[in-house]
C-alpha cells in the first residue's frame, strides 16, 4: 500500500470512530460519518484483496442511509426507534445463518479467488451484515456481536498490514463494551416509564 492508501485509511479510520462515538450516544450524524467511512473502506479493502470485506462497505454506504432513516423517523409513530431485545429464539436463527452463509461464501472464495483467510473475512462480513440490520433497528445485543467480529477482524488486519485500522477495531472493541452498557442503561429506563 503506497502513501495515497495510508492517507485514505486514517481518514476512513477518523471517521470510523466518529460514527461509533455518535452511535453509542444514539446520535442520528453517526450514520453520516459511516457512509463516507465506508465509502473509502471499499476500495482500500479491495486493494488488499479483502473482497468480502470491500463487498460488505458497500453495503453500509445503503445501510447508512437506511439507518439514518430508522432512527429519524423509524417506529409506531415515525418518531424514531426505541432500544429493544431480541429472544433467544432470534438470536439462535441470527447466528445460524451468519455461520451457514459464512461456510458457503468462505468456500467460494478459497476456490475461486486469491482471497486471504476467506472462511473469517466471509464470518465477519456475513455477521456484520446482521448485526448492521440490528444497529439500524436499535436491537441492544448489537453490540455483543461486535465484541464477536471486531476481535475477528482485528486479527484480519493486522494479517494484510492495515494497522491503523486493526488499531481502529481495538477502540471499537472498547466502544462495544461501553456501548452495550450505555444502551443497557438506556434500555432499563425506557422500561421503567413504560412501567410509570
Same mark, same amino acid.
Given at each position: 500500500?503506497?502513501?495515497?492508501?495510508?492517507?485514505?485509511?486514517?481518514?476512513? *479510520?477518523? !471517521?470510523? #470512530?466518529?460514527?461509533? *462515538? !455518535?452511535?453509542?450516544?444514539?446520535?442520528?450524524?453517526?450514520?453520516?460519518?459511516?457512509?463516507?467511512?465506508? @465509502?473509502?473502506?471499499?476500495?482500500?479493502?479491495?486493494?488488499?484483496? &479483502?473482497?468480502?470485506?470491500?463487498? $460488505?462497505?458497500?453495503?453500509?454506504?445503503?445501510? @447508512? =442511509?437506511?439507518?439514518?432513516? +430508522?432512527? +429519524?423517523?423509524?417506529? %409506531?409513530?415515525?418518531?424514531? !426507534?426505541? %432500544? %429493544?431485545?431480541?429472544?433467544?429464539? +432470534?438470536?439462535? &436463527?441470527?447466528?445460524?445463518?451468519?455461520?451457514?452463509?459464512?461456510? *458457503?461464501?468462505?468456500?467460494? $472464495?478459497? %476456490?475461486?479467488?486469491?482471497?486471504?483467510?476467506?472462511?473469517?473475512?466471509?464470518?465477519?462480513?456475513?455477521?456484520? =451484515?446482521?448485526?448492521?440490520?440490528? *444497529?439500524?433497528?436499535?436491537?441492544?445485543?448489537?453490540? $455483543?456481536?461486535?465484541? #464477536?467480529?471486531?476481535?475477528?477482524?482485528i486479527y484480519l488486519y493486522l494479517d494484510?498490514? $492495515?494497522?491503523?485500522?486493526?488499531?481502529?477495531?481495538?477502540?471499537? &472493541?472498547? !466502544?462495544?463494551?461501553?456501548?452495550?452498557?450505555?444502551?443497557?442503561?438506556?434500555?432499563?429506563? +425506557?422500561?421503567?416509564? =413504560?412501567?410509570?
Amino acid at each position: 500500500m503506497g502513501l495515497d492508501w495510508v492517507n485514505l485509511e486514517t481518514l476512513a *479510520v477518523a !471517521l470510523g #470512530v466518529a460514527y461509533l *462515538v !455518535l452511535a453509542m450516544r444514539e446520535n442520528s450524524l453517526c450514520w453520516y460519518c459511516a457512509f463516507f467511512s465506508t @465509502a473509502l473502506y471499499v476500495w482500500i479493502f479491495g486493494d488488499v484483496s &479483502l473482497y468480502m470485506e470491500s463487498a $460488505l462497505n458497500v453495503y453500509y454506504m445503503g445501510m @447508512a =442511509i437506511y439507518g439514518w432513516f +430508522q432512527w +429519524q423517523r423509524g417506529g %409506531i409513530n415515525h418518531e424514531g !426507534l426505541e %432500544i %429493544i431485545r431480541w429472544t433467544a429464539k +432470534q438470536h439462535g &436463527l441470527a447466528i445460524s445463518a451468519i455461520v451457514l452463509a459464512a461456510l *458457503v461464501s468462505g468456500y467460494l $472464495l478459497s %476456490i475461486g479467488t486469491d482471497a486471504r483467510l476467506p472462511y473469517l473475512d466471509s464470518l465477519t462480513t456475513w455477521g456484520s =451484515i446482521l448485526t448492521t440490520v440490528m *444497529v439500524a433497528r436499535k436491537v441492544l445485543e448489537n453490540w $455483543l456481536y461486535w465484541i #464477536v467480529i471486531n476481535s475477528i477482524s482485528i486479527y484480519l488486519y493486522l494479517d494484510r498490514g $492495515l494497522e491503523q485500522t486493526a488499531s481502529m477495531f481495538m477502540l471499537y &472493541l472498547v !466502544l462495544a463494551i461501553l456501548g452495550y452498557y450505555a444502551w443497557r442503561k438506556k434500555h432499563a429506563g +425506557q422500561n421503567r416509564d =413504560i412501567a410509570a
